[in-house]
């Protein structure tokens, strides 16, 4: 199951027209010497940690598309569609390296770990791990990433808030813009699928939803703890908002599509139901 060529073209342009546009510069868009280190918590400094582990497992997760998109593929079909795919993935791959990259420089100025060489073994080490999105289905693929890229974008967001620290914070801007317009390509992926084939690929959607777990959760050591203590540095961050979100864009499609509105709202009932969400008319 893929998207017809010209549809996943549509969206293709249409995010690398503005993403071409939304450039900064990892070295020197972030003004070093304005830092104070002495603004930072310690947990604001774990977090920061946290996030550059999770970023840095970019060239995994870049290996994994290429293996499930490949170019040599079986059919031609396949490798246009694929090729044309790739527009997106290496602009979207050197957004996110930048990312990994951007947080790391942070780390080693803020004197979070002032070693640069110590700094990249502790990064490598969890980038060996091995990483798989647990997906394979295009759409559930598109369904796992947009999750992510939400989280993301809501984490960076909500940290931002209270971070008092001028250069992180404005990192955390220029993350959350990035993390934001990812998170609109992947919407627009799932609703294209939504729109050329029907209430099928709905229980794919929820396979996804209903078993999302952030990379790393299976791989870094002490995990859980660490994801709890970076959640509270983050006023307002809810771990379940993502597939809150992803509801309520299903709801919006459904309004949309009126001859899908009956089985996308079954979707979410059963979505839901299973995990406990009483409400997501809260969500923007
Ligand atoms: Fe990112
Ligand atoms: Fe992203």
Known sequence: MQLPLAKLRLHVDSYNRLADDSNWNRFKSLHWEELRPDLLTQGQKDAVEFVTYVEDHLPGYFAEYQSLFPIEAEDITQ?????????????????????????????????????????????????????????????????????????????????????EEPVLNRLLIFLTKDESRHFGFFCNMVEAFIEAYGEKVLPLIEEVTLHYKMPLHNTM????????????????????????????????????????????????????????????????
Not at 232 to 237: D, F, L, N, S, W
């Open 221 to 284: 050591q002490d995990y859980r703890r660490r994801a709890i203590l970076m959640a509270r540095e983050a006023p307002g961050y809810d771990r379940i908002l993502p597939q809150k979100v992803l509801m309520r864009q299903l709801r919006r499609t459904g309004e949309r599509l009126a001859e899908l509105a009956r089985p996308i709202e079954e979707s979410i009932a059963r979505m839901m139901a299973i995990l406990r969400i009483p409400t997501i008319e809260d969500v923007a």
């Open 79 to 163: 490798s246009l569609h694929n090729r044309e795919l790739f527009h997106f993935t290496v602009r979207w791959g050197l957004e996110e390296d930048r990312h990994a990259q951007a947080l790391a420089l942070y780390q080693y100025h803020a004197g979070i770990e002032p070693d640069r060489d110590r700094l990249e073994e502790k990064l490598i080490i969890e980038n060996r791990k091995p990483f798989s999105i647990g997906f394979s289905n295009p759409v559930q693929v598109f369904t796992y990433t947009l999750l992510q890229e939400k989280a993301t974008q809501l984490y960076y967001q909500s940290l931002s808030r209270v971070v």
